[in-house]
C-alpha cells in the first residue's frame, strides 16, 4: 500500500510557483522520498528524490520537514507544460527491492 | 537514446490471444521493475529483477503472466490467454541497486484486448 498521501488536485497560475503538499507520516529512516510526474499517455518521468535535505535541480525544489513525516514539492515558474499528474512516493529501502509504491498522486492544471 | 525502452508502444489482441512485451533498461542498471497502470489509476507494482534473477512477484501476478529477464539485460513480460481485464499499460522501470539512486521508466506498452 502506498505509503503518502497527497490532495487529488490543485491548480495554479502559469507563471506562479506551484506548491504540492505530500504526507508521508509512517516513513522509515531509510526511506526516500520520490516525486514523479505523468502526463496523459507517457511513462512516469522522475523530478527529484530526498532523504533528509532539502534538495534542487533544473526541474524544482524539494523540501523536507526535519521530522520527515511530509515534504512539499516547488514547481518554482510553472508553465502549461507543467500539467500533469504528481505522484509523491516513498521508495521503499534497497534491501526490499527498492520498489516505487504508487498512490493516487495530485492532478496538476497550470492555467493562463 | 540511453533511457529505457519498451516495444511495442501499442498492441491491440483478441481475447484469448499471447501477447509478450519487450523493455530494455539503461545499460548499467541492475534492477528492472515491471508496472501495470489502468485508466485513472497510479501504476501498480507487478514484479522485479535483480540481474536475471526474478526477486518478488505481487499478488496481481496471475499464473497467466510471465517475465524473464535472460542474462541480466532485456526483460520480456508475456501475457497468455489474454482477458478483456488485461488491457492496460504496461511500464517498465530500471535502476541500480544502491539506495538512492533514481529509476526511470519507458513510455510504456498500452494493450488493448478486444
Known amino acids: 500500500d502506498a505509503k503518502t498521501t497527497q490532495p487529488p488536485s490543485m491548480d495554479c497560475a502559469e507563471g506562479r510557483a506551484a506548491n504540492l503538499p505530500c504526507n508521508h507520516s509512517t516513513i522509515s529512516g531509510n526511506e526516500y522520498v520520490y516525486w514523479y510526474r505523468q502526463i496523459h499517455s507517457q511513462g512516469p518521468q522522475y523530478i527529484i528524490h530526498?532523504?533528509?535535505n532539502n534538495e534542487t535541480n533544473e526541474m524544482a525544489s524539494l523540501i523536507i520537514t526535519e521530522d520527515r513525516k511530509s515534504s512539499t514539492l516547488i514547481l518554482p515558474h510553472a508553465t502549461l507544460r507543467d500539467t500533469a499528474v504528481y505522484y509523491c512516493?516513498?521508495?521503499?529501502?534497497?534491501?526490499?527491492?527498492?520498489?516505487?509504491?504508487f498512490g493516487q498522486g495530485t492532478e496538476l492544471s497550470v492555467k493562463p | 537514446d540511453t533511457g529505457v525502452s519498451q516495444d511495442p508502444r501499442h498492441k491491440i489482441t483478441k481475447r484469448g490471444q499471447n501477447v509478450t512485451f519487450r523493455c530494455d533498461p539503461i545499460s548499467e542498471h541492475n534492477r528492472l521493475y515491471w508496472y501495470r497502470q489502468t485508466l485513472g489509476q497510479g501504476p501498480e507494482f507487478l514484479t522485479y529483477f535483480q540481474n536475471e534473477a526474478q526477486l518478488e512477484k505481487s499478488r496481481l501476478l496471475s499464473d497467466r503472466f510471465s517475465a524473464e529477464r535472460p542474462k541480466g539485460s532485456f526483460s520480456t513480460l508475456e501475457i497468455q490467454r489474454t482477458e478483456q481485464g488485461d488491457s492496460a499499460m504496461y511500464l517498465c522501470?530500471?535502476?541500480?541497486?544502491?539506495?538512492?539512486?533514481?529509476?526511470?521508466f519507458g513510455q510504456g506498452t498500452r494493450l488493448t484486448v478486444v
Open positions: 530526498g532523504l533528509k
Open positions: 512516493i516513498v521508495r521503499v529501502g534497497r534491501g526490499q527491492g527498492g520498489k516505487l509504491i
Open positions: 522501470a530500471s535502476s541500480l541497486i544502491r539506495g538512492g539512486t533514481e529509476a526511470f
